[in-house]
Protein backbone atom coordinates (compact mmCIF):
# COMPACT_ATOMS: atom_id res chain seq x y z
CA UNK A 1 0.00 0.00 0.00
CA UNK A 2 1.42 3.44 -0.94
CA UNK A 3 2.10 6.43 1.44
CA UNK A 4 0.18 8.71 1.19
CA UNK A 5 0.53 12.21 2.45
CA UNK A 6 -1.23 15.48 1.67
CA UNK A 7 1.28 18.08 1.41
CA UNK A 8 -1.48 21.26 1.40
CA UNK A 9 -4.00 20.16 4.19
CA UNK A 10 -0.64 19.48 6.51
CA UNK A 11 0.55 23.65 4.89
CA UNK A 12 -2.59 24.63 6.53
CA UNK A 13 -2.44 22.62 9.79
CA UNK A 14 0.91 23.88 10.63
CA UNK A 15 0.00 27.66 9.27
CA UNK A 16 -2.37 27.46 12.56
CA UNK A 17 -0.01 26.52 14.65
CA UNK A 18 2.72 28.78 13.43
CA UNK A 19 0.15 31.65 14.42
CA UNK A 20 -0.26 30.50 18.11
CA UNK A 21 3.84 30.23 18.57
CA UNK A 22 5.17 33.28 16.08
CA UNK A 23 6.92 34.72 18.81
CA UNK A 24 8.88 32.32 19.51
CA UNK A 25 9.45 30.92 15.69
CA UNK A 26 11.01 34.37 14.79
CA UNK A 27 12.86 34.50 17.85
CA UNK A 28 14.60 31.09 16.72
CA UNK A 29 14.41 32.04 12.85
CA UNK A 30 16.89 35.12 13.90
CA UNK A 31 19.29 33.05 15.54
CA UNK A 32 19.70 30.63 12.57
CA UNK A 33 19.76 33.51 10.09
CA UNK A 34 22.54 35.36 12.40
CA UNK A 35 24.32 32.06 12.28
CA UNK A 36 24.16 31.56 8.23
CA UNK A 37 25.10 35.55 7.83
CA UNK A 38 28.49 35.04 10.20
CA UNK A 39 29.41 31.91 8.82
CA UNK A 40 29.17 33.20 5.16
CA UNK A 41 30.89 36.25 6.11
CA UNK A 42 33.97 34.45 7.49
CA UNK A 43 34.14 31.67 4.86
CA UNK A 44 35.53 35.04 2.55
CA UNK A 45 38.55 35.00 4.71
CA UNK A 46 41.40 33.40 5.04
CA UNK A 47 42.40 31.44 8.20
CA UNK A 48 39.67 31.38 10.13
CA UNK A 49 38.85 27.74 9.11
CA UNK A 50 38.02 26.25 13.00
CA UNK A 51 35.70 29.09 13.37
CA UNK A 52 33.55 28.13 10.08
CA UNK A 53 33.70 24.72 11.63
CA UNK A 54 32.45 25.84 14.86
CA UNK A 55 29.44 27.65 13.17
CA UNK A 56 28.86 24.72 11.27
CA UNK A 57 28.24 22.40 14.28
CA UNK A 58 26.08 25.07 15.98
CA UNK A 59 23.85 25.30 12.51
CA UNK A 60 23.82 21.59 13.21
CA UNK A 61 22.70 22.06 16.48
CA UNK A 62 19.73 24.63 15.89
CA UNK A 63 18.54 22.11 13.21
CA UNK A 64 18.65 19.59 16.21
CA UNK A 65 16.44 22.80 18.79
CA UNK A 66 14.30 23.08 15.50
CA UNK A 67 12.98 19.62 14.68
CA UNK A 68 13.14 18.16 18.62
CA UNK A 69 11.07 21.91 19.21
CA UNK A 70 7.99 21.39 16.72
CA UNK A 71 8.25 17.21 17.46
CA UNK A 72 6.94 18.54 21.44
CA UNK A 73 4.93 20.71 19.83
CA UNK A 74 3.14 18.35 17.93
CA UNK A 75 2.91 16.16 21.24
CA UNK A 76 0.96 18.63 22.97
CA UNK A 77 4.03 20.32 25.13
CA UNK A 78 4.43 23.43 23.37
CA UNK A 79 7.27 25.67 21.26
CA UNK A 80 10.05 25.97 23.71
CA UNK A 81 13.35 25.89 21.22
CA UNK A 82 15.50 27.59 24.06
CA UNK A 83 14.37 25.39 27.05
CA UNK A 84 16.31 22.48 28.01
CA UNK A 85 14.15 20.02 27.10
CA UNK A 86 14.88 20.88 23.77
CA UNK A 87 18.81 20.91 24.01
CA UNK A 88 20.42 17.44 23.77
CA UNK A 89 22.89 16.05 25.83
CA UNK A 90 26.48 15.75 24.29
CA UNK A 91 25.10 12.25 23.08
CA UNK A 92 22.70 12.80 22.11
CA UNK A 93 23.97 15.51 19.83
CA UNK A 94 27.07 13.20 18.57
CA UNK A 95 24.57 10.84 17.49
CA UNK A 96 22.80 13.12 14.92
CA UNK A 97 25.69 14.58 13.84
CA UNK A 98 26.68 11.11 13.10
CA UNK A 99 23.92 10.48 11.40
CA UNK A 100 23.71 14.18 9.09
CA UNK A 101 27.22 12.77 8.13
CA UNK A 102 26.55 9.50 7.45
CA UNK A 103 23.77 10.38 4.66
CA UNK A 104 26.09 13.42 3.11
CA UNK A 105 28.71 10.65 2.61
CA UNK A 106 25.96 8.19 1.13
CA UNK A 107 24.34 10.96 -1.50
CA UNK A 108 27.44 13.91 -1.84
CA UNK A 109 29.71 12.09 -3.74
CA UNK A 110 27.50 10.99 -6.09
CA UNK A 111 26.35 14.78 -6.73
CA UNK A 112 29.89 16.42 -6.49
CA UNK A 113 30.65 13.31 -9.53
CA UNK A 114 28.07 15.11 -11.34
CA UNK A 115 29.21 18.33 -10.65
CA UNK A 116 32.54 17.23 -12.31
CA UNK A 117 31.04 16.07 -15.09
CA UNK A 118 29.16 18.91 -15.75
CA UNK A 119 32.24 20.70 -15.50
CA UNK A 120 34.44 18.53 -17.92
CA UNK A 121 31.72 18.62 -20.37
CA UNK A 122 31.46 22.44 -20.53
CA UNK A 123 35.22 22.26 -20.71
CA UNK A 124 35.51 20.19 -23.58
CA UNK A 125 32.97 21.55 -25.61
CA UNK A 126 34.84 24.81 -25.60
CA UNK A 127 37.52 23.22 -26.65
CA UNK A 128 37.29 20.60 -28.88
CA UNK A 129 34.09 21.66 -30.41
CA UNK A 130 34.16 18.62 -33.38
CA UNK A 131 33.64 15.97 -30.46
CA UNK A 132 31.39 18.53 -28.37
CA UNK A 133 28.12 16.38 -29.33
CA UNK A 134 29.09 12.93 -28.62
CA UNK A 135 30.89 14.12 -24.88
CA UNK A 136 27.39 15.90 -24.27
CA UNK A 137 25.64 12.98 -24.66
CA UNK A 138 28.13 11.05 -23.15
CA UNK A 139 27.73 13.43 -19.80
CA UNK A 140 23.70 13.15 -20.05
CA UNK A 141 23.73 9.51 -19.74
CA UNK A 142 26.21 9.34 -16.80
CA UNK A 143 24.65 12.05 -15.36
CA UNK A 144 21.23 10.69 -15.06
CA UNK A 145 22.88 7.23 -13.71
CA UNK A 146 24.03 8.69 -11.24
CA UNK A 147 21.17 11.11 -10.88
CA UNK A 148 18.95 8.63 -10.04
CA UNK A 149 20.17 6.69 -7.47
CA UNK A 150 21.05 9.54 -5.73
CA UNK A 151 17.43 11.70 -5.86
CA UNK A 152 16.74 7.15 -4.48
CA UNK A 153 18.75 7.59 -1.69
CA UNK A 154 17.75 10.89 -0.36
CA UNK A 155 13.73 9.19 -0.20
CA UNK A 156 15.12 6.25 1.61
CA UNK A 157 17.35 8.06 3.92
CA UNK A 158 14.61 11.05 4.69
CA UNK A 159 13.39 9.89 8.18
CA UNK A 160 16.84 8.95 9.31
CA UNK A 161 17.76 12.83 10.95
CA UNK A 162 14.39 12.42 12.81
CA UNK A 163 14.66 9.29 14.28
CA UNK A 164 17.73 10.54 15.50
CA UNK A 165 15.95 13.31 17.55
CA UNK A 166 13.00 11.56 18.67
CA UNK A 167 14.72 8.17 19.51
CA UNK A 168 18.42 9.01 20.38
CA UNK A 169 19.85 6.17 19.13
CA UNK A 170 22.59 5.37 17.25
CA UNK A 171 23.48 7.03 13.33
CA UNK A 172 24.21 3.21 12.06
CA UNK A 173 20.70 2.26 13.26
CA UNK A 174 18.96 5.61 12.08
CA UNK A 175 20.24 4.70 8.79
CA UNK A 176 19.13 1.06 8.72
CA UNK A 177 15.37 2.14 10.04
CA UNK A 178 15.43 4.61 8.02
CA UNK A 179 15.86 2.53 5.20
CA UNK A 180 13.25 0.19 6.17
CA UNK A 181 10.86 2.69 7.02
CA UNK A 182 10.60 3.84 3.32
CA UNK A 183 10.87 0.78 1.63
CA UNK A 184 8.21 1.02 -1.60
CA UNK A 185 7.63 4.68 -1.07
CA UNK A 186 11.17 6.37 -1.80
CA UNK A 187 9.99 8.04 -4.98
CA UNK A 188 6.72 9.16 -3.23
CA UNK A 189 8.69 10.28 0.02
CA UNK A 190 11.44 12.39 -2.30
CA UNK A 191 8.24 13.88 -4.15
CA UNK A 192 6.52 15.49 -1.16
CA UNK A 193 9.85 16.84 0.39
CA UNK A 194 10.77 18.41 -3.04
CA UNK A 195 7.16 20.12 -3.11
CA UNK A 196 7.56 21.28 0.63
CA UNK A 197 11.56 22.61 -0.42
CA UNK A 198 9.74 24.15 -3.12
CA UNK A 199 7.23 26.18 -1.03
CA UNK A 200 10.21 26.87 1.24
CA UNK A 201 11.91 28.44 -1.47
CA UNK A 202 9.16 30.43 -2.55
CA UNK A 203 9.51 32.51 0.58
CA UNK A 204 13.06 33.17 -0.06
CA UNK A 205 12.61 34.40 -3.27
CA UNK A 206 9.85 36.71 -2.22
CA UNK A 207 13.06 39.24 -0.71
CA UNK A 208 13.32 36.68 2.37
CA UNK A 209 10.70 38.23 3.71
CA UNK A 210 8.58 34.98 3.16
CA UNK A 211 11.15 33.05 4.53
CA UNK A 212 10.07 34.21 8.11
CA UNK A 213 6.83 32.17 6.92
CA UNK A 214 7.91 29.25 4.75
CA UNK A 215 10.66 28.22 6.17
CA UNK A 216 8.82 27.11 9.70
CA UNK A 217 6.01 26.20 8.69
CA UNK A 218 7.89 24.10 5.84
CA UNK A 219 9.63 22.34 8.92
CA UNK A 220 6.48 21.36 10.61
CA UNK A 221 5.55 20.38 7.96
CA UNK A 222 8.16 17.90 7.29
CA UNK A 223 8.35 16.56 11.05
CA UNK A 224 4.33 15.89 10.24
CA UNK A 225 5.36 13.68 7.12
CA UNK A 226 7.88 11.78 9.29
CA UNK A 227 5.00 11.01 12.02
CA UNK A 228 2.67 10.00 9.25
CA UNK A 229 5.45 7.85 7.43
CA UNK A 230 5.85 5.91 11.94
CA UNK A 231 1.92 5.52 11.88
CA UNK A 232 1.94 4.08 8.39
CA UNK A 233 4.42 1.36 9.24
CA UNK A 234 2.92 0.90 12.57
CA UNK A 235 -0.11 0.21 10.92
CA UNK A 236 -1.46 -3.48 11.25
CA UNK A 237 -2.50 -4.66 7.84
CA UNK A 238 -5.88 -5.83 8.56
CA UNK A 239 -6.41 -9.50 6.39
CA UNK A 240 -8.44 -9.68 3.92
CA UNK A 241 -11.88 -11.15 4.25
CA UNK A 242 -12.89 -13.30 1.46
CA UNK A 243 -16.64 -14.53 1.34
CA UNK A 244 -17.09 -18.17 0.93
CA UNK A 245 -20.27 -19.29 -0.60
CA UNK A 246 -22.55 -20.95 2.13
CA UNK A 247 -22.64 -24.82 0.85
CA UNK A 248 -26.26 -26.29 1.26
CA UNK A 249 -26.70 -29.20 3.89
CA UNK A 250 -27.32 -32.49 1.79
CA UNK A 251 -30.26 -34.56 2.63
CA UNK A 252 -29.13 -38.23 3.66
CA UNK A 253 -32.16 -40.18 2.95
CA UNK A 254 -31.40 -43.62 4.57
CA UNK A 255 -33.55 -46.40 3.26
CA UNK A 256 -34.38 -49.34 5.39
CA UNK A 257 -34.85 -52.57 4.00
CA UNK A 258 -38.13 -54.65 4.72
CA UNK A 259 -36.34 -57.15 6.29
CA UNK A 260 -34.49 -55.17 8.91
CA UNK A 261 -37.83 -53.36 9.59
CA UNK A 262 -40.11 -56.33 10.09
CA UNK A 263 -37.23 -57.94 12.08
CA UNK A 264 -37.30 -54.48 14.46
CA UNK A 265 -41.08 -54.91 14.95
CA UNK A 266 -41.04 -58.82 15.87
CA UNK A 267 -38.47 -57.50 18.40
CA UNK A 268 -40.43 -54.94 19.61
CA UNK A 269 -43.59 -56.97 20.23
CA UNK A 270 -41.58 -59.59 21.82
CA UNK A 271 -40.43 -57.21 24.46
CA UNK A 272 -43.77 -55.64 25.24
CA UNK A 273 -45.04 -59.23 25.46
CA UNK A 274 -42.69 -60.55 28.39
Known amino acids: MPF???VGAKIKE?????????????????????????????SKQDGYFPVTLLLL????????????????????KGFR????????????????LKTNILISLCVVPLFAIIGLIILFTVISSYF???????????????????IVPAL????????????SVEKSQGSRKNISEAWGMTRGNAWIILGKSILIGLFI????????????????????????????????????????MVDIPEIPKAEIKVEIKAEEKTKEEQEVKEESIK
Do not use: C
Not at 18 to 42: C, D, P, R, T, W
Not at 81 to 96: K, R, T
Open 4 to 6: TFK
Open 14 to 42: AWVLYKEHFGAMILIILVSGVLQAISQNI
Open 57 to 76: VASILVSYVWIKSIMNLLDG
Open 81 to 96: PFSGESLPSFSQFWDF
Open 128 to 146: VSAISSIVIIIAAVATVLL
Open 152 to 163: YLMGRLFPAVYL
Open 201 to 240: ILGFMAFFVGAIITYPIGMIVLVMMYRELVKFKNTPISPI
